[in-house]
């Protein structure tokens, strides 16, 4: 498979383009913050995702989705990110429709037809700490009657306090499992804080929540590789997401560079600026066909993944962080303001970067992966 | 199957018939790097039989049509064949000039009579090409070149010199800018081709920081060059000059500037020792190989999709200059790491059991990868100005 979008995913993207642009353009996220919007997205925007089969694009055909790859669900992402639209679309259309399309039996059944009709909004319950350590899960989940008690705290759960069901992780003896909770599990609260990019995460507070067996997202103790797929699609879709903020930040700056003079000339003309925004150019380059390669190796089901999952999460961290501290810097002093958009990009920048991992995290997993 | 398997299968089969076991070592001398031409001495039987098997299916230039010497694949049949080479370790039957730079620029803007001349002795290794371009007052600003050759009706006499021509006093021919035009700047220059042993032509090498020589000054002394001996058009050869440029810069990154594109910690951690978490034993050299390791896996992924967009004819013109300017500035940085991982071994300047201080010289040779073929800044103008459309000179 040739590292470039072929002529069907072409057509995709000329198609999610505009229409992201038109109905979700960075006006749209200002609007939902000077509003104090409690929500996180807009749901109108999201009944028109639906009406263009975009939240379904995972779903197997089997479930009623268009069982489209990583590859495709990157385009839409991207220009998500281009354009800082806020959008359940990472958590639930990716990260969740992996995890159960992976386990598959009773909740993939229940969830995933509501996912692709774009009833059902999913939450990623995962981390119990400030920085992403999915290896220390300390949530627990004991038997109790026919099925499961579950205990613990979550936070940095997206979409958390309007889920219709969250992807709980949890310690069970023999192993991880994933659970299925829905929305109005006795014992379960979710307390949304606003983010500095004005998103809304929750802190999910886990105290003795009862679930039927049949919540068990796979196999009891086998959750371990589900999680992981959980992990790699919604990691590759951040890191997707991060190469159109990135992407965004820096036309806006190059835009810039062509109209602000100083010094009786362009800035767009000083080498120093440049050579900056050049190097800027390469290191976007690079973290955008990191992604589509970790996309490619994720769709073909290769064994290379993991360490391209990786990989493509801490380039793109890098770069795009380059990008929005770039695009804020050759702004000058309107770049500081509220008013002008290049703020809003390295407020996005950040709540992505720590998502499901950051450099430092996935550059250690490299080294680990390679035996260091 | 598809024909791409089948054309894999096929490249397999043939690669097990014929590449020699010696010739799927990894590279470690000069010697081992077979670059042909009339006085090529082969370093063993392996490296010529191999080279012999290669020119004979047209596998030294692979994408090239047959008529000159390739064997006419096509881009997706080419990514396969080097698949294949690299599954086992081949080492590149011939590297050379002719192949990396002239011939393309042949390709593009010789007559059928100059393809059929210069391309087939290229494929075949039997003449090696040097690259004449830049002079001691004309580096990066390249276009401001002196060498003069005067008109003489049926032939120029060429006068002036050259330097950094990698390779020259081993050269058969010279591809070189020469000045036909004083009063014009960009169009007075025509790309010639000559005989290394025409009367006139000097060469004297040129001492290295590594301690080699593989450089020179060149010196021309009224050498006469026939006035059938040019490409493209008279005059006009800087744009030749600026194609070929492009392939320099293609081959400089594509061939590996980034290296060699393995593990670098994975590498070091077995002389390093592991702690007791089973990481290398120390943090800090830890952390800088490891985020080294993401920007190699990343520039291979880059460096894929560059070919692929590259061979389809959808890459923006101007992107060698950032893959060659990425590339290099990567492998500048490992050979760093090399020696920061090697201690005071890798000191050691001329030692047996380190290969005549191999690491030492390789990390020195390395300062040159962001100057040859263009500087890095010169690299980040032209991004600038051709690809980020940024005004100004
Ligand atoms: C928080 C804050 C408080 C401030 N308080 C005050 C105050 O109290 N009083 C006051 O008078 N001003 C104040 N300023 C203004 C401040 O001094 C200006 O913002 C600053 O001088 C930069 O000018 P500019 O914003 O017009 O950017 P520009 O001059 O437009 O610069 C844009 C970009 O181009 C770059 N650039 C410009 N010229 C060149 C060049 N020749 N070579 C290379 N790069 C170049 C700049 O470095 C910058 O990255 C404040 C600014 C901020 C952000
Ligand atoms: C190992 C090696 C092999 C080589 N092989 C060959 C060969 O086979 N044939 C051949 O013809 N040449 C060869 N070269 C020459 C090479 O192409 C030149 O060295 C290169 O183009 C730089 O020119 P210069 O050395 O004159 O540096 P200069 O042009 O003098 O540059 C000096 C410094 O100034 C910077 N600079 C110059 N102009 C600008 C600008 N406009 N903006 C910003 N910075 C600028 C440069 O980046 C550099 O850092 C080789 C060089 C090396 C090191």
Redesign the pocket.
Known sequence: MPLYHNDDQAMLKDSVAPFVAEQAPVSHLRKLRDSADATGFSRDLWTQFTEMGLPGMLVPEAHGGLGMGHMEAGIVLEEIGRNLTPSPFLATSVGAVAALAKAGGTQAGRWLPAIASGEAIIALAIDEGAKHRPDRIATTATRAGNGFRLDGKKSFVLHGHVADMSIVAAKTDGGITLFAVPKDAKGLTADPRRLVDSSLASHVILDGVEVDADAVIGEVDAGGDILDALLAATRTGAAAEMVGVGQGAMDMTVTYLKERKQFGKLIGEF?GLQHRAAHLYGEMEVARATVMKAQQLLDEGSEGAKLMVSVAKAKAGRAANLAVREGVQMHGGIGMTDEYDIGLYMKRDRALAEYMGDVHYHIDQVARMNGY | MSDLDAFRAEVRGWLEANCPAEMREPIREEGDVCWGGRNWVFKNDAQKRWLEACAAKGYTVPDWPKAYGGAGLTPEQTKVFKQEMKRIHARSPLDS?GIWMLGPALLQFGTEEQKVQYLNPIARGEIRW?????EPG?????VSLQTFGEDKGDHWVVNGS???????DQADWIFCLVRTDKANKYQGITFMLFDMASPGVTTKPIL?ISGNS??CETFFDDVEVPKTQYIGEINRGWDVAKYLLGHEREMISGGGAGGDMVSIGGAFAKAFGKNAAGELDDPILRAEMAAFDVDVFAYRAMGERFMDMWKTGRAHPASSNMMKYVGTELNKRRHELVMSGGGSEALEWDSEETKGGARARGWL?TK?NS????????ML?VIAKRILDLPGA
């Open positions: 080498q | 000039f040097c690259q004449g371009y830049s004309s580096g990066s600003d390249l050259k330097i950094w021509t990698s390779y020259a290295l593989p450089f040779r040159a100057i040859e073929g263009g500087t890095s800044e010169v103008n």
